[in-house]
């Protein structure tokens, strides 16, 4: 099931935000922050975990994309899955969620920045409506080599038209 996140789900989050690190495909980030930062960095509304056995096997959230108020309905999407819960489609029924807790919340615009090479993650956003708007080349190095992101943005129909 899908609920909103709880401080109480800390430690659950950060393990499965490193899972998704270690992968070396999901960002350019090599180690979870502590937990005042990770709620420091994300908006404090749209935050959902998915529950299953009353455990946390996934999470979701928004993070600001800038300070300005002129921004203030763009926010780019995090969304992270436990390994031993991949390919179960609850990545695809967060992101539906997210998408919904945005738009409610006035968010205009999804952004995402995504590795190439991580198909499973450009489906599920091509799925959900994102486009393709550029190719940032070479823009920075994880593990010593450089890397390309696709950047991915999903318009809303309801706010901002």
């Not at 495909?25 to 090599?30: K, N, Q, V, Y």
């Not at 994300?42 to 002129?70: H, I, N, T």
Request: proline share 3%.
């Amino acid at each position: 099931m899908i609920r909103k996140l709880r401080n109480s789900d800390s430690g659950p989050v950060l393990k499965i935000y490193q899972q998704g690190l270690d992968t070396g495909e999901a960002s350019f980030e090599t180690s979870a922050p502590n937990w005042e930062i990770w709620q420091a960095k994300y908006l404090p509304y749209s935050r959902l975990v998915w529950e299953q056995g009353g455990m946390v096997k996934a999470w979701a959230a928004l993070a600001p994309v800038s300070v300005r108020d002129c921004y203030s309905g763009v926010a780019e999407i995090s969304i992270y899955v436990a390994t031993e819960s991949a390919g179960q489609g609850i990545g695809s029924k967060l992101m539906a969620r997210l998408v919904e807790e945005s738009e409610s919340n006035g968010i205009w615009s999804l952004y995402s920045s995504i590795f190439p090479e991580n198909q499973a993650t450009l489906k599920l956003h091509l799925k959900h409506g994102f486009r393709e708007v550029g190719i940032r080349e070479r823009i920075a190095q994880r593990d010593g080599r450089w890397r390309n992101t696709l950047i991915m943005e999903r318009r809303s129909k309801k706010v901002g038209v």
